[in-house]
């Protein structure tokens, strides 16, 4: 059997690792238009901010690694242009000698990702305005940083990569001001939570600017829609991604309604023999079974695993996603799993919402409060999503929700749950517990 697999990061790698540990005796092939692969891209802006101080520590595995521990063939730099499902072959590109060739396949897995969402704006293209998505864009940044020494920076977007941007721009002495298009930050949380984020921000000194966006860019500043203009020697465009589906599309496999391919539990799509995993992918929600994008590496590496397994005769199948999501700015963590209120009332459910404020351990081990907005279904008395903002710990409390989520958990059944409990971890009773006596 020969399984040819288009994309090297997070699932098209977990995808080839996978059928091996299947099948010894596939021929496995990936190939990778560009030069990096298995690369950790959730550890980019902590590289930018000099926490990461060696690249390689991201990138880990190159080509020789895969080919020695697994027997996989991956060749860089070189891009599938097309793909016949009739005939069952791939037509490639070799992008360093310009070599145009042909490969059979078997079973294909598309791995091919996402790429940023560029916005129409004037100025975009100029050499000080970033996205960020690989290690090339990251060692860009990173060698402007140190060249040029931009003293002021605009980010676009206040979602989990506009803030970890935020945090590591600051550490490298840059003044910076993050704009959001919206009338509230951050997508994943509510009105009420983001505004709580928001105060706790300026405290901070954060310079937060909403409900503008960004209609041209200059070498020395970016105009705003209302005609503001703010100093900037550097853009970073942290606006969101786009599922890469053309060569999919192209070859007649269906999309989704979100616009990312559409599979089934087991990863296949519309065609036979040819599967699609990771941010390319449209998925499901656990709790509504309704159609989702949601491109995160934890998801990716996830349906990667699922289409190695099953196009190599295993029986994986995946269950859907709350769209759990965390990310740390300074001293402060922010996470949501499940629906947000807004999410749920819009779909129907009778809601009911706690705001439950308890520290994360006794004040004599330095115990700092958190703030667990918890929504349920008042009918059925399930948990049916959960955002925290804290400082230790909003972690454990996230995936311990997460959990309780995922199994139909409602709410008279947090207080029985036996955590943990010694000081320097919890406080006697949760946080979680508090949030279930809270809701009953
Ligand atoms: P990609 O990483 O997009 O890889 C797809 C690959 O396919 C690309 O290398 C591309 O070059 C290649 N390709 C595309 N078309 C072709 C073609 N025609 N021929 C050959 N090759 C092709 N996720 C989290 O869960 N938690 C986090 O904290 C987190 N932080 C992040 C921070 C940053 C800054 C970024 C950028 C992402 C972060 N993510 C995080 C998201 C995570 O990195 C992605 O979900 C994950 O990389 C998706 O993996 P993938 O393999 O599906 O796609």
Redo the contacts with the bound molecule.
């Keep these: 059997m020969k399984i040819i697999i288009?994309?090297?990061?997070?699932?098209?790698?977990?995808a080839a690792a996978k059928a091996r540990r299947n099948n010894d005796s596939a021929k496995i092939v990936i190939?990778?238009?560009?030069g990096?692969?298995s690369?950790?891209?959730?550890?980019?802006?902590y590289y930018i901010g000099g926490e990461i101080e060696d690249i390689e520590q991201l990138t880990p595995r190159d080509a020789q690694f895969f080919k020695k521990k697994y027997n996989i063939d991956i060749f860089t730099r070189?891009?599938?242009?097309k793909i016949d499902t009739k005939s069952k072959k791939v037509i490639?590109k070799n992008l360093s000698t310009d070599e145009i060739f042909e490969d059979n396949y078997d079973k294909l897995v598309i791995?091919?990702?996402?790429?940023?969402f560029i916005p129409d704006i004037k100025g975009v293209d100029k050499e000080h305005v970033f996205f960020?998505?690989?290690v090339k864009?990251?060692q860009n940044i990173k060698n402007f940083i140190d060249s040029k020494h931009p003293k002021h920076a605009v980010i676009a977007g206040t979602g989990?990569?506009g803030f970890?941007?935020l945090e590591n721009l600051i550490l490298r002495n840059i003044d910076v001001t993050i704009i959001e298009k919206q009338e509230k930050i951050t997508p994943n949380l509510d009105e009420d939570m983001a505004l709580f984020l928001e105060n706790m921000l300026l405290k901070k000194n954060i310079k937060i600017i909403k409900g503008s966006f960004i209609s041209q860019i200059q070498d020395d500043k970016v105009v705003l829609d209302n005609g503001k203009e703010i100093k900037s020697d550097m853009v970073i465009m942290?606006t969101g991604?786009r599922p890469?589906v053309?060569?999919a599309k192209e070859a007649g496999v269906e999309l989704g309604v979100t616009g990312a391919i559409k599979v089934n539990s087991k990863m296949q799509t519309n065609i036979a023999d040819v599967y699609a995993?990771?941010?390319?992918?449209e998925t499901f929600s656990l709790i509504t079974s309704k159609p989702v994008y949601r491109?995160?590496?934890?998801?990716?590496?996830k349906?990667?695993r699922i289409a190695g397994d099953v196009l190599t005769g295993g029986n994986l199948e995946y269950r859907g996603n709350l769209g759990t999501?965390?990310?740390k700015l300074f001293d402060i963590a922010v996470s949501n799993t499940g629906l947000t209120e807004k999410e749920a009332a819009e779909l129907g459910y009778d809601v009911v919402v706690c705001h439950n404020i308890k520290p994360d351990k006794p004040t004599y081990f330095n115990g700092k409060e958190m703030i667990i907005k918890a929504v349920a279904d008042k009918n059925t008395k399930k948990i049916l999503g959960v955002q925290i903002i804290g400082f230790d710990g909003v972690d454990k409390r996230t995936d311990v929700f997460a959990t309780l989520i995922t199994y139909g958990a409602k709410v008279d059944e947090l207080f029985h749950l036996d955590l943990a409990y010694a000081p320097p971890f919890s406080t006697t009773k949760d946080p979680v517990h508090y949030t279930g006596m809270i809701l009953e």
């Design positions: 288009i994309g090297a990061v997070a699932a098209g790698t977990s190939y990778e238009k560009d990096d692969i690369y950790s891209g959730c550890g980019l802006p070189h891009e599938v242009l490639v791995a091919t990702g996402a790429s940023p960020l998505r690989n864009h990251a989990f990569i970890e941007m942290a991604v890469n053309k060569l995993c990771g941010d390319c992918i491109p995160l590496g934890s998801t990716a590496n349906t990667g999501g965390i990310f």
